[in-house]
């Protein structure tokens, strides 16, 4: 079975643009949830999706954006991009079952130049 | 924020030895996650403890958790060079935000072969 899989691999902007990542789930898996993971630290929360519907967000401002379709792929959406911005971006999907763990995709590396 | 906070920062062994990585966190949880992270690449899930457990076994690999104490350890033993990565305990809290994994800043493991 495929894993999470996620597009593009990498991605160069410039400050000002926008970006939109993609992320599809593992089959079967319901929930997905996107983080920020900046050079050096652990990954940060950003937002939970379930049955496109919000379930969670982070502390991240309102440029930041996603959304979660009827077959349970999801796009995360950066507007306004700032330098801080730059980092990799990871999707992870799960059942519903708080208990079972996050299966991750390998992530987009966004670079602001 | 960062909630975890994983100890030591970096570790350095022989391959064969056993490598123990500690995590601490601040409140209350439903379960304790380990993950792995190759330079650069997504998450990989080791092994997951919910808040009851106090122990568990994968392979190589052993989990305690502490709750009164608020701390985790992971244990690899018999290293080989294959295991040197980063790896990051995220904290799943109870109730609305138990699909919102909070990981601390990582522990990179370097095993010399």
């Known amino acids: 079975d495929a894993g999470v899989t996620q597009s593009p691999t990498h991605l160069i902007k410039t400050r000002g643009q926008q970006v939109t990542l993609r992320c599809s789930p593992i089959?079967?898996?319901?929930?997905v949830s996107w983080y920020q993971q900046v050079l050096g630290q652990g990954p940060q929360f950003i937002f939970q999706?379930?049955?496109?519907?919000?379930?969670g967000r982070g502390n991240f401002p309102d440029r930041f954006s996603a959304r979660q379709f009827p077959n349970y792929s999801s796009e995360l959406n950066v507007n306004a991009l700032l330098l801080g911005d730059s980092a990799l971006y990871l999707c992870?999907?799960?059942?519903?079952?708080?208990?079972?763990?996050?299966?991750f995709g390998d992530g987009t590396r966004l670079s602001i130049l | 924020s960062q909630q975890g906070e994983e100890d030591p920062q970096a570790l350095s062994i022989q391959e064969g030895e056993n490598a123990t990585m500690n995590c601490s966190y601040k409140?209350?949880?439903?379960?304790l996650q380990w993950y792995r992270q190759n330079s650069g690449r997504g998450l990989v899930h080791l092994i997951l403890?919910?808040?009851?457990?106090r122990e568990k076994h994968s392979g190589r690999l052993r989990v305690t958790l502490d709750t009164s104490k608020k701390s985790s350890s992971l244990l690899i033993t018999a290293s080989r060079a294959a295991d040197t990565a980063s790896y990051f305990c995220?904290?799943?809290?109870?109730?609305?935000?138990?699909?919102?994994?909070?990981f601390g800043k990582g522990t990179k493991l370097s095993v010399i072969p």
């Open positions: 995220a904290t799943a809290a109870r109730g609305a935000g138990s699909y919102q994994l909070t």
């Open positions: 409140t209350s949880i439903n379960n």
């Open positions: 992870a999907s799960s059942s519903d079952d708080a208990n079972q763990p996050q299966h």
């Open positions: 403890i919910r808040s009851n457990e």
């Open positions: 089959s079967g898996h319901k929930s």
């Open positions: 999706y379930y049955e496109k519907e919000e379930r």
